[in-house]
């Protein structure tokens, strides 16, 4: 009985405290039955129900083989009598005769016979062989009537799936339409205080190079960039400092080499660190407070004017429910994620039509720090660091290239402690 007693002991204590429960409610909570352990035995006796019935169903094709088998290889053994000729029986290697068949070699006046009549037919083993999609289970007609009822009833169903082949790099290497794509991408890690106030801001950049052809890889590239005085800047050591110090060109030291080709190659790199509250992009407030037996949670968040964030999600970590939270207010979309006991609020777009916004939500009582880190991800088409590319040109002609260009901020670990 020891989860017995474990779960009895955690309905009476909480965090070190002592819940204000009743015997009687402690034994009915234990006795609880687990809607999520249920759905998941009633699948899980689904598919195996299933496997069996699939299992019979080979095991009687396999016995109905076996006896066709017997009756063909009764049948189809019709031995030929040589004439009485000059026609023989040349039997060779007889230990592989059963495997091989037999060879029969006529002469004379009697006609060649085919010894393909002689060779047993292939043997039937008990185990199945798989079909080109693999063997499934849970996929009976039954099954998928009792998983469409559980749909109907809003639950969440997720799918076998299998594993597919694997693929190479190059076959998942990102395709692009121009000769030359330069990309700038910056991650971001930021750390709130849950009190107000900013911990840390770090800004790791990166400009890649992408080449298709190996015609177009005796190239410059042309920086066009801000004031930039917080950044620290670094190339490749294969890039001309110096002619990126004076003129703000990005090109290698030896101008007879190519660029390699096919592959992404970081040209620059950057990087920051602050504690500038005002360069936050995204600020989030959290108040929870206890009333009446139950936490009200207000969040709200603040955004830049400096930046439109896309598919922001902010997570909230949640104590053990047995209920789905209640939600009063939200501006934008949430999701409870009862397995990791997460709040998801996502907000699509932030821009200037939505700088802030906030959220409400009620859950049973719990210690204000139970709330905490919150979790953020978004991502924006600007970056911090004023870097772009103005052109790319060839290193012999200087005429222009046709390049593509992608720009964007990513999020690391943002979050709030």
């Not at 998941?40 to 299992?55: A, F, G, L, Q, V």
């Not at 059963?98 to 002689?118: C, H, L, Q």
């Not at 890649?208 to 052809?213: G, P």
């Amino acid at each position: 009985m020891a989860f017995e007693l474990i779960f009895a002991f955690d309905e009476v204590i909480s965090l070190g405290h002592k819940e204000n429960v009743t015997i009687a409610q402690v034994k009915q909570y234990v006795e609880m039955e687990s809607h999520e352990e249920r759905l998941h035995k009633r699948i899980m006796e689904s598919k195996i129900n299933d496997t069996k019935d699939h299992m019979k169903r080979k095991a009687n094709e396999i016995e109905k083989s076996k006896i066709e088998r017997g009756r063909s290889d009764k049948g189809n053994f019709v031995p030929s009598m040589p004439s009485m000729g000059s026609s023989r029986f040349d039997i060779s290697d007889t230990n592989s005769s059963m495997g091989g068949g037999m060879k029969i070699n006529s002469s004379g006046f009697g006609p060649s016979v085919d010894a393909d009549i002689f060779k047993p037919k292939a043997r039937v083993t008990s185990t199945a062989v798989p079909s080109k999609g693999g063997m499934q289970l849970g996929k009976s007609t039954k099954t998928n009537q009792f998983l469409e009822s559980l749909r109907a009833e809003g639950e969440v169903i997720v799918e076998d799936v299998a594993p597919g082949p694997v693929r190479s790099e190059a076959a998942i290497a990102p395709i692009y339409s121009d000769p030359i794509m330069v990309g700038v991408e910056e991650k971001l890690v930021v750390v709130l205080r849950k009190d107000g106030g900013l911990e840390n801001l770090e800004v790791q950049g990166n400009m890649s190079l992408v080449v298709q052809k190996e015609e177009h890889a005796f190239i410059r590239v042309q920086v066009e960039s801000g004031a930039n005085k917080l950044f620290n800047f670094k190339t490749h050591p294969n890039i001309d400092k110096n002619l990126y110090s004076d003129k703000n060109i990005l090109g290698l030291k030896d101008p007879s080499r190519p660029f390699p080709t096919g592959n992404p190659l970081g040209i620059l790199r950057w990087r920051m660190q602050n504690k500038q509250e005002s360069l936050v992009p995204l600020n989030i407030n959290c108040w929870p407070s206890v009333s009446g037996g139950e936490s009200y949670v207000n969040i709200e968040y603040e955004a830049s004017r400096a930046f439109d964030l896309q598919n922001t999600v902010i997570q909230i970590p949640l104590p053990a429910l047995r209920d789905v939270p209640t939600v009063n207010q939200v501006d934008g979309e949430w999701r409870y994620d009862s397995r990791n006991s997460l709040l998801e609020w996502t907000i699509t777009l932030i821009d200037n039509s939505n700088r802030s916004g906030s959220m409400e939500f009620v859950v049973p009582a719990a210690d204000p720090n139970s709330f905490f880190p919150i979790d953020v991800k978004f991502t924006s088409n600007k970056t911090f660091c004023d870097m772009k590319v103005g052109s790319v040109v060839e290193c012999q002609s200087g005429n222009t290239v046709k390049f593509g260009r992608r720009t964007q901020l990513v999020v690391d670990s943002y979050q709030v402690v």
